[in-house]
């Protein structure tokens, strides 16, 4: 989409200057070209605005581009994407049920292992546990939590839960997830529980606590 500026130190009837990109509008913008008050339009805008109205959204859009750009060519390369947004709260909220069946059966399954461990089943009803008794549990699936997080969002840029809703988790500046932002991030979110996916709720990039921490953002994807 072409984009154009008013350049007030140009003569009269020669101001407007574009078309431009919206890479090369934000160009400008870090080389000190525009300042609060400069009017700016695009095709859709019923007239100029001011660059300092348009500017965060301008940046999100750009944002959001450039990482739908990444997951085509480096994440997900036999899938078009017709539009990349960031995944609400409530969706989000739909793969962590997801996730939760699946660490579940992944407990289930791992019954041989945490039984000779001393882990008291999950399948097993119990009385009046102390909490040196529960101990051992609590860690043996926060540990499972922390890789299965931390292994599904590296290698498939999400869990299972996301997977299946079409969310991917992928870093702010668009560069393939690496095994540090990974593990940050699943450290991040047992670290603060649930509370921390609260601020997906009201924060404008949707983004949870760990999100904010890891330089992180959770998209959600429409197929083409």
């Not at 019923?46 to 581009?65: C, D, I, L, R, Y």
């Not at 593990?183 to 990039?205: K, V």
Request: hydrophobic share 45%; with cysteine.
């Amino acid at each position: 989409m072409d984009w154009y500026y008013i350049d007030p130190s140009k003569p009269e009837g020669k101001r407007r200057n574009g078309p431009w990109s919206l890479r090369q509008m934000l160009g400008f913008a870090e080389q000190g070209a525009f300042v609060p008050e400069t009017l700016v339009w695009r095709d859709g805008y019923e007239s100029w605005k001011p660059w300092a109205t348009v500017e965060p959204e301008v940046k999100n859009e750009f944002q959001t581009e450039t990482i739908k750009q990444v997951i085509e060519e480096k994440i997900l390369p036999n899938l078009t994407i017709a539009q990349a947004n960031y995944a609400s709260f409530w969706v989000r909220l739909c793969a962590l049920a997801i996730d939760y069946v699946v660490i579940q059966l992944i407990f289930v399954l791992l019954t041989p292992f945490h039984s000779y461990l001393g882990v008291i089943s999950a399948v097993s009803p119990q009385a009046m546990l102390t909490l040196e008794e529960l101990m051992p549990t609590t860690i043996f699936i926060l540990s499972i939590i922390f890789c299965y997080n931390s292994i599904f969002v590296k290698n498939y840029s999400g869990t299972l839960g996301k997977i299946a809703l079409g969310i991917v988790v992928v870093r702010h500046d668009g560069k393939p997830m690496t095994w540090h932002c990974a593990l940050l991030r699943s450290f991040l979110s047992l670290f603060f529980f649930g509370i921390s996916h609260l601020l997906a709720a009201f924060d404008i990039e949707k983004r949870a606590l760990h999100d904010v921490i890891a330089n992180t953002r959770v998209l959600k994807l429409q197929r083409a």
